[in-house]
T-cell receptor, first 111, second 109 residues
Framework: DVKVTQSSRYLVKRTGEKVFLECVQD?????MFWYRQDPGLGLRLIYF???????EKGDIPEGYSVSREKKERFSLILESASTNQTSMYLC??????????FGSGTRLTVV | GQNIDQPTEMTATEGAIVQINCTYQ??????LFWYQQHAGEAPTFLSY??LDGLEEKGRFSSFLSRSKGYSYLLLKELQMKDSASYLC??????????WGAGTKLIIKP
């Protein structure tokens, strides 16, 4: 069974902390994505990557960075967490032009 | 700009049929997806349409009209477990997925 795994289901962090969200896929997919999902706003793309060490900004990259050192792993970094970054974070992967497989999500609360 | 519209919320009765509409305006079109998302969980793939017409998969069907920028998801013989949000997403000319905000479907006994 193909899988995208996010390291944490729930996280609580303090304002100003550096936060790492990890995502690993076992499908050998080229493409990986980080989204945040907020009520009424749908899925908003933060960053994506089409290859190792490659990254592209999505619609809302401010306050975030990413790292893709290996094909199977795509990390999202909140450099200095703020309360407006409280959200559900979803990682997804895909092969070429096909549909996405999502991880189970990380619900991050910044206090 | 690029835009996908779908109703915010719908209510239906167990055993009935419901149709969730999606209209889109995107720069190019390379396919339309429907995903199901239960509360607190990740979206899961339901269907993919790239050509006009109806695709049937069990109790779920998805229809596409590219000329009208329109799709619908049809759910038959509704069950309580179908209570979820349904997300419409379109792949644009750059193969980027553009997401609708989702339709929350409430099933009543």
């Amino acid at each position: 069974d193909v899988k995208v795994t996010q390291s944490s289901r729930y996280l609580v962090k303090r304002t100003g902390e550096k936060v790492f969200l990890e995502c690993v896929q076992d499908m050998d997919h080229e493409n990986m994505f980080w989204y945040r999902q907020d009520p009424g706003l749908g899925l908003r793309l933060i960053y994506f990557s089409y290859d190792v060490k490659m990254k592209e900004k999505g619609d809302i990259p401010e306050g975030y960075s990413v790292s893709r050192e290996k094909k199977e792993r795509f990390s999202l970094i909140l450099e200095s967490a703020s309360t407006n970054q409280t959200s559900m974070y979803l990682c997804a992967s895909s092969r070429a032009r096909y549909g996405y497989t999502f991880g189970s999500g990380t619900r991050l609360t910044v206090v | 700009g690029q835009n996908i519209d779908q109703p915010t919320e719908m209510t239906a009765t167990e055993g009935a049929i419901v149709q969730i509409n999606c209209t889109y305006q995107t720069s190019g079109f390379n396919g339309l997806f429907w995903y199901q998302q239960h509360a607190g969980e990740a979206p899961t793939f339901l269907s993919y349409n790239v050509l006009d017409g109806l695709e049937e998969k069990g109790r779920f069907s998805s229809f596409l009209s590219r000329s009208k920028g329109y799709s619908y998801l049809l759910l038959k013989e509704l069950q309580m477990k179908d209570s979820a949000s349904y997300l419409c997403a379109v792949t644009d000319s750059n193969y980027q997925l553009i997401w609708g905000a989702g339709t929350k479907l409430i099933i009543k006994p």
